[in-house]
């Protein structure tokens, strides 16, 4: 079956580390996005790519980094540079065309410790 | 930046009654979603009107589209305890096309339905 997966699920972090998110997607799209959602709020974008080696930052993206080595997965990591990441990290794809939905991951929890 | 503004915040309502959100945005738009996400899971796409549609239906779902006041609503009909969660509206903003298609998502509205 086709999909996006995120993993961990869950993930703790000690001040000063850095971590990274893994997000991989079998369903051929070009497009890749993480976005960062806060307790009771809406999603914020942080980057996105759309093709491979090529990406964009977001909104939010100071204390991010991104890399698009292959068209399948779009790793986050989460550095010591960004100081509150405690947040639920959602990933996201589609297809690089005009009027496609996103298919999304299950997210993953960060919590720093 | 919140692209999308959902009106109202929460929602409670009894089963069998109908739920109706609304989406407010601020610039010209190619499409606009609709989203449901359960609690601690992620976002599952529910429908895309286009801008130059103004109603859409899927199942007991209906949306509308008013490009001229920039809002779109989503109507639940006869809702079940199931479509507890929150709704997000997201809109695909006309762009230049080099900075590539990218959805800014709305603070969301809570709907709960109980039994």
């Known amino acids: 079956d086709g999909g996006i997966t995120q993993s961990p699920k869950y993930l703790f972090r000690k001040e000063g580390q850095n971590v990274t998110l893994s997000c991989e997607q079998n369903?051929?799209?070009?497009?890749m996005y993480w976005y960062r959602q806060d307790p009771g709020q809406g999603l914020r974008l942080i980057y996105y790519?759309?093709?491979?080696?090529?990406?964009q930052k977001g909104d939010i993206a100071e204390g991010y980094s991104v890399s698009r080595e292959k068209k399948e997965s779009f790793p986050l990591t989460v550095t010591s540079a960004q100081k509150n990441p405690t947040a639920f990290y959602l990933c996201?794809?589609?297809?690089?065309?005009?009027?496609?939905?996103?298919?999304f991951g299950s997210g993953t929890r960060l919590t720093v410790v | 930046s919140q692209q999308g503004e959902e009106d109202p915040q929460a929602l409670s309502i009894q089963e069998g009654e109908n739920a109706t959100m609304n989406c407010s945005y601020k610039?010209?738009?190619?499409?606009l979603q609709w989203y449901r996400q359960n609690s601690g899971r992620g976002l599952v796409h529910l429908i895309l009107?286009?801008?130059?549609?103004r109603e859409k239906h899927s199942g007991r779902l209906r949306v509308t589209l008013d490009t001229s006041k920039k809002s779109s609503s989503l109507l639940i009909t006869a809702s079940r305890a199931a479509d507890t969660a929150s709704y997000f509206c997201?809109?695909?903003?006309?762009?230049?096309?080099?900075?590539?298609?990218?959805?800014?998502f709305g603070g969301g509205t809570r709907v709960l339905v109980k039994p």
């Open positions: 009107i286009r801008s130059n549609e």
């Open positions: 997201a809109t695909d903003a006309v762009r230049i096309k080099a900075a590539g298609n990218k959805l800014t």
């Open positions: 610039t010209s738009i190619n499409n």
């Open positions: 790519s759309q093709i491979v080696n090529d990406f």
């Open positions: 996201a794809s589609t297809f690089s065309r005009d009027n496609y939905g996103y298919t």
């Open positions: 369903l051929n799209h070009d497009a």
